[in-house]
């Protein structure tokens, strides 16, 4: 269907996942070169009309290079050398107040700045074959997990694009369950990073409630500045988030797979 009926309709819910890349733009395909994935930003659906009232316009909040800010998603979508993909978590726990913490909880960041540190710091990581700028890292953190508890998520005064989503899915699951919401094992469905999610145990029931609990408390704040790094193409390729849509060259495409969602990708843009 055309973009604008797209905005208009009721197809898009807070805390879906947007992720887009620019042709003809340098910036972008250094960024997707840098990452060696297919997309050089990350957003997350911050405000829709049909679950506001008093407002026209769908908004992103995103980390850019002005800092954490709200952006209307018509100037990206109306773009013709935009491509997006909107991926969505699933699951009927899901509901609209984790929806709603997700983005408070990254609303609570908008002051924050763009992270040149961290971008840095991947860019650096790839150009010496250290994926995503993580290994090297994951097992110092692992070992300072023994014996910390503790209790405060203060998030950074900085971020990336893709680890302000992260970060806001994983805090918001994380105060979720310490209100007891939801279990501790949901922590899991919202780590977009695979190889930081396989220390999380693939079988909760081994351990009793409160060592869940304990657990899930400490990959939180014991991975932070790890999962800080994440990027665009961990949020592209994360089996935790679905496919629902693919926007390019003005019209916006219903995705019925992550195979699907490739094929639309990958199509070569038009003039």
């Not at 993909?85 to 699933?90: F, H, Q, T, V």
């Not at 840095?120 to 150009?127: P, T």
């Not at 919202?190 to 409160?210: E, G, K, M, R």
Request: with cysteine.
């Amino acid at each position: 269907m055309p973009v604008g009926e797209f905005l208009r309709g009721a197809y898009l819910n807070r805390a879906d996942v947007v992720l887009m890349r620019k042709h003809r733009d340098l910036r972008s395909w250094l960024i997707r070169w840098a990452t060696r994935g297919s997309f050089s930003h990350a957003a997350l659906i911050f405000l829709v009309p049909h679950q506001e009232q008093g407002f026209n316009n769908t908004f992103v909040i995103e980390s850019v290079s002005r800092g954490v800010d709200l952006q209307n998603l018509g100037s990206y979508l109306r773009d013709k050398h935009q491509v997006v993909g909107i991926k969505r978590l699933r699951g009927t726990w899901f509901d609209e107040r984790a929806q709603s913490l997700v983005r408070g909880r990254i609303l609570n960041s908008i002051h924050s700045n763009y992270s040149y540190a961290t971008a840095f710091r991947l860019g650096w990581a790839f150009l010496g074959e250290i994926a995503f700028g993580i290994k090297a890292r994951i097992w110092g953190t692992r070992r300072a997990l023994k014996g910390h508890r503790r209790r405060a998520l203060k998030p950074p005064n900085a971020f990336i694009c893709s680890g302000l989503v992260q970060l806001g899915y994983l805090n918001a699951i994380a105060e979720q369950v310490a209100m007891g919401y939801l279990l501790p094992q949901r922590v899991g469905d919202v780590v977009f990073q695979t190889d930081v999610a396989s220390f999380l145990p693939d079988d909760w029931s081994h351990f009793s409630d409160a060592e869940q609990y304990e657990i899930m408390w400490d990959f939180v704040t014991g991975f932070q500045d790890v999962l800080e790094a994440v990027t665009p193409e961990d949020l592209a390729v994360s089996p935790h988030l679905e496919w629902v849509y693919v926007i390019r060259d003005g019209f916006a495409h219903p995705v019925r797979s992550a195979e699907h969602a490739r094929e639309l990708l990958d199509r070569q843009p038009k003039g």
